[in-house]
């Protein structure tokens, strides 16, 4: 006798049989709507975090598997892994390290106009991303009915995860473009999309006031920033010469400074050039006396953070 066999039930089917997944259309609508009804409450909170404004704008809304969703994650992306309480603990939020670059200077005085080379995030750029996400979080968490958030650490991408290779978890991006300084980044949320087709989209309340007064957690970051150590280097041009005299240096030989009358130093921080100084005595001790500034004021606070 032969068995009979079983026919294997397609699993984008199955999926959409139980719930885990949504056609195209449905799925754009509902992001889409979260992105409508999100927008004001999280530049409200972004201003109560930060002091910051921002302009924020819907992008789009992109659905796939979870896997899709985060392959766009590259190391110019800051990422948080978020729980979203009796919604979803399954939530990740994306951020353009520009915009976590850009929002540091400006809390630590500078404009944050100046366009910053892709890079990983120091730590104190990590916690202002951290304080980010709190933001989107709490708006988002709002948005959908959740009754509260925990964030994990702010990371770099990309996002390498077990769960992001099944071919049967279910998401959806929310893509919002945010504006700061002239400049235009993204935040992005990945979404299931079991529980997108569940929610019910709470509207945003009326605006609460805010305070012009710069947030304690401001004053904070500001304190962290000029509690650190840094350290510090002088550099000294010497006057040039050939590469055989420099393979016959012998310790006791004299080398002359590049400069003929007054020495002419770089001053270092962390490595990053900052001032440009002039070299002399004072009793027994060489010093140096601070005179120009190396670059503009906002390449220098870009330097001390980067």
Request: charged share 30%.
């Given at each position: 006798m032969t068995s009979a066999v079983q026919p294997r039930i397609d699993a984008r089917l199955l999926a959409r049989m139980t719930g885990q997944l949504g056609d195209r259309k449905t799925i754009a609508g509902i992001v889409t709507a979260i992105g409508e009804a999100i927008c004001a409450p999280l530049t409200q909170k972004i201003f109560q975090a930060t002091a910051i404004k921002l302009d924020c704008s819907l992008a789009g809304a992109t659905e796939g598997t979870r896997a899709e969703m985060a392959a766009p994650f590259d190391g110019k992306s800051a990422l948080c892994e978020t729980t979203l309480t009796e919604w979803s603990d399954d939530v990740v939020l994306a951020c353009d390290g520009g915009l976590v670059i850009a929002a540091t200077e400006r809390l630590l005085g500078g404009t944050g106009a100046a366009k910053s080379?892709?890079?990983?995030?120091?730590?104190?750029?990590?916690?202002?991303?951290?304080?980010?996400?709190?933001?989107?979080?709490?708006?988002?968490?709002?948005?959908?009915?959740?009754?509260?958030?925990?964030c994990g650490f702010a990371f770099d991408g990309?996002?390498?995860?077990?769960?992001?290779?099944?071919e049967d978890a279910y998401a959806a991006t929310l893509r919002l473009l945010v504006e700061l300084d002239g400049r235009t980044y993204a935040l992005q949320a990945v979404l299931p999309q079991d529980m997108l087709l569940k929610t019910v989209i709470q509207k945003p309340g009326a605006p609460e006031g805010t305070s012009?007064?710069?947030p304690k957690w401001v004053e904070q970051l500001t304190h962290k920033v000029h509690m650190s150590h840094v350290t510090m280097q002088a550099n000294v041009a010497l006057a040039p010469v050939t590469l055989s005299a420099a393979s016959r240096l012998q310790p006791g030989d004299v080398l002359p400074f590049a400069d003929e009358k007054d020495v002419r130093v770089l001053l270092k921080a962390?490595?990053?050039?900052?001032?440009?100084?002039?070299?002399?005595?004072?009793?027994?001790?060489?010093?140096?006396?601070?005179?120009?500034?190396y670059g503009s004021e906002e390449d220098f606070i870009r330097q001390l953070t980067g």
């Open positions: 080379a892709a890079r990983p995030l120091s730590d104190i750029e990590r916690d202002v991303a951290f304080v980010l996400f709190e933001a989107f979080a709490s708006a988002l968490g709002t948005t959908v009915g959740a009754t509260g958030h925990e990309p996002l390498k995860r077990e769960s992001d290779a099944r012009q007064r710069a962390n490595g990053k050039d900052l001032y440009w100084c002039e070299f002399g005595k004072a009793g027994n001790r060489y010093m140096l006396r601070l005179q120009d500034r």
